[in-house]
């Protein structure tokens, strides 16, 4: 059986890098001790307001990294751009909002729906393997697919909030497995991330059916105490099924 497989999401090295206009710590440095250590995936969010990842570690970690490229975009003729022009192997394309914090939710395919099939079109036809990050929605699933996706990820925001919280997440979790269930019985590949801790990651690495976690945030945080490897290392072992 293939193993589940870990996407590790740097761009909060570069949210500390740009809090003091330096050039450290180094965004490609980061995405290459993943890669020695373990990951399977290097994701990087460009954003339209460039808060985090820019351009250049784009280019950079596109020259350098061998494991496959997760780059996630807005649905934007601008992305779209750079995305064919870069081509990385895999693209996640999420909502984006401006005055957001981070990504708060799943996409709204209905919105720009025809926008999303000539953009998931393009991107294919280009090599890139495309996914749609969404909620754990049946609905959304069933669009995705016809919209050509290969892939989707589902939101793990809210279940990780009452885990978070230690608040009652049976019902979330119920909902994120039907999801799965549905996803992989129409012929989608289904990935989860979002808000992901050990704790959190080692619950929903039970739902048999998600191909891979993107981790992010609690991971490269994590990190200033264990190290980057040992809190990868940690992380595949916890999703190992
Ligand atoms: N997956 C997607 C599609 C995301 O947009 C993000 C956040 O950028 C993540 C995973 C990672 O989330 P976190 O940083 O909370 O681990």
Request: aromatic residues 6%; glycine residues 6%; positive net charge.
């Amino acid at each position: 059986m293939q193993k589940t497989k870990l996407g590790v999401n740097i761009d909060h090295v570069a949210t500390v890098r740009n809090a003091r206009g330096e050039s450290y710590p180094n965004p490609l440095k980061a995405a290459l001790i993943a890669e020695k250590s373990g990951a399977d995936s290097i994701t990087i969010h460009l954003r339209e307001d460039r808060r985090h990842i820019i351009d250049n570690d784009l280019k950079l970690i596109r020259k350098k990294l061998k494991i496959p490229l997760n780059l996630e975009i807005a649905a934007t003729n601008e992305m779209l751009k750079i995305a064919l022009k870069n081509r990385p192997r895999f693209i996640c394309i999420v909502p984006e909002k401006r005055e957001e914090l981070t990504t708060e939710g799943g996409l709204n395919l209905n919105y720009k729906k025809n926008f999303l099939k000539k953009l998931i079109y393009k991107l294919r036809k280009n090599k890139s393997r495309v996914s749609l990050f969404i909620e754990p929605k049946k609905k959304d699933l069933k669009l995705a697919k016809l919209l050509n996706a290969e892939c989707v990820e589902i939101h793990t925001g809210k279940i990780c909030f009452l885990v978070n919280n230690n608040k009652p997440f049976k019902k979330e979790l119920r909902k994120i497995q039907d999801a799965v269930e549905y996803g992989n019985k129409i012929g989608l590949e289904v990935h989860a991330g979002h808000g992901l801790t050990f704790k959190s990651a080692k619950i929903l690495s039970k739902i048999k059916g998600i191909k891979e976690f993107n981790i992010g945030h609690f991971l490269i945080g994590e990190s200033i105490f264990i190290g980057l490897p040992n809190c990868i290392k940690k992380f595949k072992k916890i999703i190992k099924r």
